[in-house]
């Protein structure tokens, strides 16, 4: 059952879509007013939700902020991250329900950092409306949730194979080159992410002729390979007269303003940027249609990138910091004075005082950002999504983002940002995959091998291990950090092997992305989900289960030689060096610790359960769906698979002829 309230007048988000009658009484649950909500936890609530966030998949005992961040320095201390994802899920032996704040503004939540068992939630204004859903369980508060705010974003089938990518890749010859040597080395492969640096100047929706002189048919040279280009595009568009969509937007007023009613001024990648008024319908309508410029030159898919937005400086503010270091004239100064001076030029970026000064027009009134920040993201990835819609209404094309906000989820996926090559951030990973599908998130996942740092070939190794399961599995590094695409290693077979087990399994991940999607449940759930009244599920953070049929335990620790896995009934372990090489044994309930070499990838199917595995593949359209291994853990009897398999490319969702039944009989 779900409740809603509204507190003063709130800004439209349109997160929510299906309409609920305002309820007169308070909510339930909670204690205290709308800009100070309580709730008293008992010792052994769990808090789930909050979606892309750091700390664990129980959220106690630390405070989070709901304001999307351009941060690249994701440690422990951190409170915001790049999506807002206002969901929480209390799960408590006395009480279970689910609060979702429907606000554009910054939200800080304090999940029993100051009083630990107190639960107070700090909206920066009285103006929004507060969903209370009470069900039968988790997973049912998560699916009427996700009823409320809509159908999750389906990509096109190709976008659940492997796609690789560098801030790096520079011209042709270079993605070239990245092709070449995964298909030389037998590695599957099926898309190239082009970074900023095939744009000229980094001006959206342009192309360097120098370096990428004919896109077109670089794209159609790679889909000839069974490889897509997926072309970054940012949310500041450079300051450069002559260019169509500086004139356009400026012509037509189509930019953010300042509080004088100039467009705001920003520096972002180009340089001087202005921020499209997302929140602006006419603006919006207008940039999504800009994206034609390259799916006229055959590109199929998009990340839309620094959307928080991402603020290097301005400019005033950047001179002020100059004309302080230049008043510097001698060496031997007070520290104070040093460190004033750094902190200056270090607080340039995403600075508030920034964000304050700019201003939205939404449906003919003027808005604070900070009002709306959480939108920008949101709104950016919307405006492609529904120019997508209306232009191919009946063709899928890869989009997600980086900046995001539940009702985002209707129209692209999410990657998790700049994380870095550290097996922390491989844990984070895990977490976060079952966080952000409570949220609508479906089609997500980290930078495999992690963005920043310098990765290593075992830690590549064991985030592939997780990456195998994850919807969107994209290696990405930075510049600047060693190369991490799988062939530069020496164990170049075991890299295609696992990225080959992936490829078998694509017909299993399909199909249970695909009846999540349709109806609103999740793909990773935390087994306590699943496992409902069983004492111990609750604590594991390092196992969740993956569709129907399995629970991955996946090795995230460096030099391990396997793992402790909890199993909450009798299982079946499959331990796979690859789609033909693998062992299979059933478990007891119970702890075991469970051996993996840096080859192998373990996984756990459920009784009854059945899972198909194709044969490995180069690209998801050469694999093979008609002859699938079952693999399944029936002891006696008949155990079905409902595999959903269309063709994944259309929207024809609801056709009935796309399930069909595969039965193992023993
Ligand atoms: C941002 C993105 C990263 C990208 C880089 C350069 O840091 O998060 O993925 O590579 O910008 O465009």
């Not at 709901?66 to 951190?78: K, L, R, W």
């Amino acid at each position: 059952m779900i409740r809603r309230y509204r507190f003063g007048t709130m800004i439209p988000t349109d997160s929510v879509v299906q309409s609920i009658e305002i309820s007169g009484e308070n909510p339930p649950f909670w204690q205290g007013g709308p800009t100070r909500l309580t709730y008293r936890m008992q010792p052994e609530d769990v808090v789930y939700g909050l979606g892309e966030n750091l700390r664990g998949i129980n959220k106690r005992g630390w405070h989070y902020v709901s304001s999307c961040a351009d941060q690249p320095i994701q440690t422990e201390e951190v409170l915001s991250l790049y999506g807002a994802h206002n969901f929480l899920l209390i799960d408590g032996r006395e009480q279970r329900f689910g609060v979702f704040f429907d606000y554009a503004g910054r939200i800080e939540y304090d999940v029993g950092y100051t009083d630990i068992d107190e639960l107070c939630v700090l909206p920066a204004d009285e103006n929004y409306e507060m969903y209370v859903i009470t069900g039968d369980s988790c997973r049912d508060i998560v699916r009427q949730l996700r009823r409320l705010t809509g159908r999750s974003y389906i990509p096109p089938k190709w976008a659940f194979g492997y796609g690789q990518s560098r801030w790096g890749y520079r011209n042709a010859d270079d993605v070239r080159q990245v092709v070449r040597s995964y298909r030389e080395n037998g590695i599957p492969l099926d898309s190239v992410y082009l970074d900023i640096d095939y744009m000229q100047d980094y001006i959206d929706f342009t192309v360097n002729k120098s370096r990428f002189p004919d896109l077109a048919a670089l794209a159609a040279e790679m889909k000839e390979q069974h490889v897509r280009l997926v072309p970054i595009i940012d949310a500041g568009v450079k300051i450069e007269p002559g260019n169509e969509t500086y004139e356009q937007g400026r012509e037509n007023g189509y930019f953010c303003k300042d509080e004088q009613g100039n467009d705001f001024v920003g520096a972002v990648w180009p340089g001087l940027v202005h921020f499209p008024d997302f929140l602006n319908r006419d603006a919006r309508r207008w940039f999504g249609r800009r994206y034609q410029v390259l799916l006229d030159q055959g590109i199929e898919g998009f990340w839309n990138d620094m959307n928080e937005p991402a603020i290097f400086y301005t400019p005033e503010r950047l001179m002020q910091a100059v004309h302080s270091v230049a008043a510097l004239d001698d060496p031997d100064i007070a520290m104070d004075k040093y460190f004033s001076v750094k902190n200056q030029l270090g607080t340039l970026i995403n600075a508030p005082e920034d964000y304050a000064k700019i201003r939205h027009r939404m449906d003919g009134e003027t808005v604070e950002h900070e009002k709306v920040h959480n939108l920008f993201g949101y709104n950016m990835t919307r405006a492609a999504g529904e120019a997508f819609e209306e232009k191919y209404p009946d063709k899928r094309i890869l989009l997600f983002s980086r900046a995001s906000c539940i009702g985002m989820h209707r129209y692209g996926g999410i990657w998790y940002g700049d994380n870095r090559s550290w097996w922390d951030h491989l844990r984070l990973n895990l977490k976060m995959l079952a966080s952000v599908n409570m949220c609508g998130f479906l089609y997500s996942g980290a930078d495999i091998g992690g963005f920043g740092a310098d990765t290593t070939e075992d830690l590549l190794l064991r985030w592939l291990a997780l990456g195998i399961f994850s919807p969107l599995m994209r290696n990405h590094s930075s510049m600047g950090t060693r190369p991490q695409e799988a062939y530069r290693f020496t164990r170049k077979q075991d890299f295609a092997n696992l990225i080959g087990i992936r490829y078998g399994l694509v017909p299993y991940l399909y199909s249970e992305f695909m009846k999540a999607v349709l109806t609103d449940d999740m793909l990773f759930r935390p087994l306590a989900f699943d496992y409902p009244g069983d004492e111990h599920a609750p604590q594991v953070e390092s196992q969740l289960m993956f569709g129907e049929g399995v629970m991955i335990a996946p090795v995230m620790e460096q030099n391990a030689d396997g793992r402790y896995v909890y199993l909450p009934e009798r299982m079946k372990l499959i331990r796979m060096r690859s789609t033909s090489d693998y062992e299979e044994q059933v478990l007891e309930a119970g702890h075991h610790y469970v051996r993996a070499a840096l080859n192998e990838v373990i996984f756990f199917i459920r009784p009854g359960c059945v899972v198909p595995l194709a044969d490995a593949a180069q690209c998801v359209e050469e694999i093979d769906t008609e002859h699938l291994r079952l693999l399944h853990f029936a002891e006696s009897g008949t155990a079905e698979y409902r595999m959903y398999d269309d063709d994944g490319y259309t929207r024809d969702y609801e056709d009935p002829a796309n399930i069909r039944v595969l039965r193992v009989t023993v």
